[in-house]
């Protein structure tokens, strides 16, 4: 009888050892799943195969080749993370940003661009991108801002977020002081401007003489240079 309940014991506590021991196959990481929208398809080339290169957690689910196809992939593929280029046909950069997150709020979208400036960074920002890095940012340095995008951080470089805090602490164009500025790098006169703007010449060297004073110039030319520079006029 002993030997009968030691070995009952026995297939108990092996049984115990069976059923309790941990399994060591772990279910595969989703892929983090990545939309690449750029007009240049030398860039978006490079972009899928950087990516590629790095498979072990990341895959392009579609490339778009302007922001209204940008539009369009990310309705129909719902990807994690979207690379998005700042200047496109059809649709620019922050207006896919807004029609993306008009549908989903909490969308993970990357500005990657070569236009810095204070003016284009706030706008993509303030339409909700949730990083922003320039085209000659390093293969690691993209990766992990796609991971931190993912799981819901934020990625600017330190460079472009002293830039950003300049523009929202500094004086900024009016809407007006825009469209008179925008006039003047047509090569408009004066006469010209208040014609089109339905004010008076006098008006019209008033918001010459405000865009001088924000943007601490002394003529047109450099007027026009700076605003470019900045973002606040696409020529």
Do not use: C
Request: no cysteine; net charge positive.
């Amino acid at each position: 009888m002993n030997t009968k309940r030691e070995g009952t014991a026995k297939g108990n506590r092996s049984t115990r050892k069976a059923g309790n021991e941990p399994s060591n196959l772990e279910l595969p990481k989703p892929l983090i799943r990545v939309l690449i929208a750029d007009d240049h398809g030398v860039v978006r080339e490079g972009l899928v195969s950087m990516i590629q290169r790095n498979r072990a957690d990341m895959s392009v689910v579609g490339e778009a080749s302007n922001g209204r196809e940008a539009v369009e992939l990310w309705k129909q593929h719902r990807p994690d993370v979207t690379l998005l280029d700042l200047r496109m046909p059809e649709l620019d950069g922050v207006q896919v940003i807004k029609e993306i997150r008009a549908t989903d709020k909490n969308a993970g979208i990357i500005v990657l661009t070569t236009f810095d400036g204070d003016e284009d960074i706030y706008r993509a920002i303030q339409a909700g991108a949730k990083g922003y890095l320039l085209k000659d940012v390093t293969r690691e340095a993209l990766m992990d801002s796609i991971r931190r995008v993912h799981v819901g951080e934020t990625s600017v470089p330190l460079n472009l977020v002293t830039k950003l805090a300049d523009r929202i602490s500094g004086e900024t164009l009016s809407e007006r002081e825009l469209e008179v500025l925008r006039l003047m790098a047509k090569g408009k006169s004066n006469k010209e401007i208040a014609s089109a703007l339905f004010i008076s010449e006098g008006t019209v060297k008033s918001h010459g003489k405000s865009i001088f004073a924000k943007m601490n110039v002394n003529s047109r030319t450099e007027a026009v240079s700076e605003a470019t520079r900045r973002g606040f006029l696409r020529l």
